[in-house]
């Protein structure tokens, strides 16, 4: 194994992993890293293999590299003093190599974590106007994209409103909202004991911090884990939990070669009737009302989604994934059955979470089914969900929660708190309208309700009531005018209006709609697609 710490006396902070060991191959990948970003061959400190996560971010992120790069914005209290948190953030990024990796794709196309020795970025200006943060931010994205250090920090301070605001910008391969709070706790402690003794110990595992307990703070090693048997246990559990997969994704896409962007918001708030604590737990519960919703949206006995897991507790890099969720919900299932399922099942995944969809979708077809999942589900705390609680830090902005799937059609997250659930959505208006997302969030929240406080052990998905009170007074509405009878015939009044309104919409449904042209057209190619079946019925009955 070959370390790039070589000079006479130093000791390597972190061994040298590659998928190789050898020596020239070390060097070949030394070079192009020191080439392609103009740095010297003393500024790396070590090279890792990327993880499954990494490679997914990238994926997702495809030739738009910006879209791997997000930011968070902490307004910073006037009392603190900018020189010391800056020294202190660049302690902390001195002692935390996770803060100093990069993401690299080699020319063979292998991915690594390229850690360098140094890597602060931290700049200061005034904020003139309030358009500068937006410039500010665009301008970070592009410079973390394209170069080396992807943790830049940026100190906009406001004289005439009297206010600063740090903003970090950062990779998402990299860094998650989970990962952000445990670093800025440690800027905490750097900014308070400055560099004394304890400042300047580096962080360890075994460090006697209660807080910093088991903690790593290298970034995860990619290295493949030793195959049990011939195949990979994550690869042989994700086989088996995948195997016969018969569930559709929703939204669906119109095309294949569609890649969706989530350019929309909405958000429904549910009141619980009854603050009573919930028999389940509140993941099980969002996952499966979620289930049995799309299972109705897609008419299928099965549901498929992509769900956001947290691993364990660490400061080494993002501990959130994204994995496929299958969930069987059959109209004769036992609805605490259902939940059971689906809460063994959560348990189960985590072990092997961060295999990655790119490996999950290498399991063969079904696992290449599940992974075009196009809706991601996030659940929370909604009570001590907050932002992170740092005397010199207020968080003013929000991370992104669902990458490496900020290319699925819809994203949903939950916050569940004692007294209600709170349901924000982000989707993609060309695939999903903005009512019939107000209409999927409040049958969410409704099913949610139901199943928190079910105390029928009986009752299976056939017997639920989906409909919401805004939906029933709905049809209600359209109902109360009684239309009186016509003696016409329904497909020659269908003709006339597509004669005169051809352009008017026949038919809306969640995945798309008919003109009375189109639906003139379809209907008579159906029509003709019977007749020539059946040539030798006068009347045919076609089960649909």
Known sequence: MTSLNTKSGSTPVMPLLLRSDDASHTDTLVEEVSHSFGLGRDRIDNILPSTAFQQ????????????????????????????????????????????????????SGDTYQVILKDSFVFSWMFCTSVDQKDAVVQDEAVAAASGPRCNRFVLLDDPIAKKKLLVWTFSHALVDSLFQERILGRVLKAYKHGHDELSNRPYTPESSDPEDDGLSLTPTDGSKTPETGGIHPATQFWKECLSDLNASAFPHLTSPLVVPYPNAKSEHRMAFATPSQSTWPSIAVCRTALAILLSRYTHSQEALFGVVTEQQMLANGPTRTVVPFRVHCAYDQSLPGIISAVNANDDAIRQFADAGLRSIASTGEDGSAACGFQTVLLVTDGDTEQAARCEIHHKTGESELFMPCTNRALLLQCKMASDGVSIIARYD??????????????????????????????????????????????????????????????????????????????????????????????????????????????HAILPI
Not at 65 to 82: L, T, W
Not at 84 to 100: C, G, N, Q, V
Request: charged residues 25%.
């Open 56 to 107: 997914d971010v990238l994926d997702c992120a495809g030739s738009d590299k910006q879209r791997s790069i997000g930011h968070v914005a902490y307004e910073i209290s006037n009392d603190i003093d900018v020189s010391k948190l800056a020294a202190a953030w660049k302690d902390t990024i001195r002692r935390t190599p996770a803060l100093r990796t990069f993401a690299f794709t080699s020319s």
């Open 429 to 538: 208006t060309s695939l999903i309208d903005s009512q019939q997302i107000a209409r999927l969030l409040r049958q969410l929240g409704h099913l949610i309700q139901v199943l928190r406080v079910s105390q029928d052990t009986s009752m299976c998905v056939a017997e639920l009531d989906m409909i919401t009170k805004e939906d029933r007074a709905e049809i209600q509405n359209w109902n109360s005018i009684l239309v009186p009878a016509q003696p016409n015939l329904i497909h020659k009044e269908m003709l006339k209006t597509a004669s005169l309104s051809p352009n008017t919409a026949a038919i809306c449904a969640w995945d798309g709609e008919w003109t009375y042209s189109e639906l003139d057209n379809i209907t008579s190619r159906l029509a003709a697609l019977i007749k020539f079946s059946t040539p030798d019925q006068e």
